[in-house]
């Protein structure tokens, strides 16, 4: 039996050597999927002309400059355009929780007729693509003063991200036990304080990837704001607004100034995220 077993136990540990290989094979050719687009973007938005016109273009920095970013972010309404995304994000961002944690928290909590279906309607909302919307928003808009402003775009930007707050929201709250919430309460605690002290303290890291989420849509999406806006656009509308007439500089400049606030915003919200998650993520 000894002799038998030991092969086994073996064959086991390669096995599991030869799938852990596999995984961390496979988590490096995602991160290069993502990363070498973002690198050659960098790369030409923090060179010089002359540097960026050369052929071949280098793949390592040959004359790195930053004449094309200051070009770019000192072009006209580009500033406030930075601005009003800025704006426009934190108040979708904001709404987005507000509506969205209470709703996870009631479908997780709550058992009521149709559960499921309004689990699954949630989904369908984000069938609907925003070109087919485009013209109906922008009539109630319109009519309702909200046209041109950077809080109709939010209230749009809240819509599309609100579904998939409230499904994360809610899973995260089925993960924290109920008997936490009913012991505080056994102790004195009403339930919106045990659910303020107890349970949201728990469901943190849900909360976080429900922001992160909210932010980089609101923060990336182009189209609804290109509708919805002519003097009040956010820095990816301004951006396509500007294409056909910009140079490639330009186009890498805004395509890297796109980019970095939401990887500051995504890098702050996953290291938060990685310490109240715990082992829970690693």
């Known amino acids: 039996m000894t002799g038998t077993g030991r092969?086994?136990?073996?064959?086991?540990?390669?096995?599991?050597?030869?799938?852990?290989?596999?995984?961390?094979?496979?988590?490096i050719a995602i991160t290069l999927f993502?990363?070498?687009?973002?690198?050659?973007?960098?790369?030409?938005?923090?060179?010089?002309?002359?540097?960026?016109?050369?052929?071949?273009?280098?793949?390592?920095?040959?004359?790195p400059s930053f004449e094309t970013m200051r070009v770019f972010l000192t072009s006209t309404g580009v500033t406030g355009a930075f601005v009003n995304?800025?704006?426009?994000?934190?108040?979708?961002?904001?709404?987005?929780?507000?509506?969205?944690?209470?709703?996870?928290?009631?479908?997780?909590?709550?058992?009521?007729?149709?559960?499921?279906?309004?689990?699954?309607?949630?989904?369908?909302?984000?069938?609907l693509p925003i070109v087919v919307l485009s013209v109906p928003l922008a009539r109630v808009f319109l009519g309702t003063g909200l046209y041109d402003t950077t809080y109709g775009v939010a209230l749009l930007h809240?819509?599309?991200?609100?579904?998939?707050?409230?499904?994360?929201t809610?899973?995260?709250?089925?993960?924290?036990?109920?008997?936490?919430?009913?012991?505080?309460?056994v102790f004195g605690a009403t339930p919106a304080r045990a659910f303020t002290r107890v349970v949201l303290p728990q469901a943190l890291p849900g909360i976080a990837a429900a922001a992160i989420?909210?932010?980089?849509?609101?923060?990336?999406?182009?189209?609804g704001a290109a509708i919805l806006t002519l003097n009040r656009r956010t820095l990816p509308a301004q951006v396509l607004s500007t294409?056909?007439?910009?140079?490639?500089?330009?186009?890498?400049?805004?395509?890297?100034?796109?980019?970095?606030?939401?990887?500051?915003?995504?890098?702050?919200?996953r290291r938060y995220l990685l310490n109240m998650w715990g082992t829970t993520i690693r």
């Open 85 to 127: 995304s800025m704006e426009v994000g934190v108040i979708s961002l904001a709404l987005s929780l507000a509506l969205g944690v209470p709703a996870g928290y009631a479908v997780a909590r709550y058992a009521f007729r149709g559960r499921e279906p309004y689990q699954l309607f949630l989904l369908l909302t984000r069938a």
């Open 213 to 223: 989420f909210t932010f980089v849509t609101s923060w990336n999406e182009v189209l």
């Open 34 to 63: 993502m990363g070498v687009p973002i690198y050659l973007v960098a790369l030409a938005a923090l060179s010089s002309r002359e540097a960026l016109n050369e052929f071949p273009l280098a793949l390592l920095p040959t004359d």
């Open 243 to 269: 294409l056909p007439d910009s140079p490639l500089a330009f186009r890498f400049a805004g395509g890297f100034a796109l980019v970095v606030p939401a990887l500051i915003f995504i890098a702050f919200m």
């Open 158 to 168: 809240t819509a599309l991200a609100l579904p998939t707050t409230v499904l994360i």
């Open 170 to 185: 809610s899973a995260i709250f089925v993960a924290v036990p109920a008997e936490h919430e009913e012991a505080a309460m």
């Open 7 to 27: 092969p086994a136990v073996t064959a086991r540990r390669r096995r599991a050597r030869r799938n852990t290989v596999l995984v961390q094979a496979a988590c």
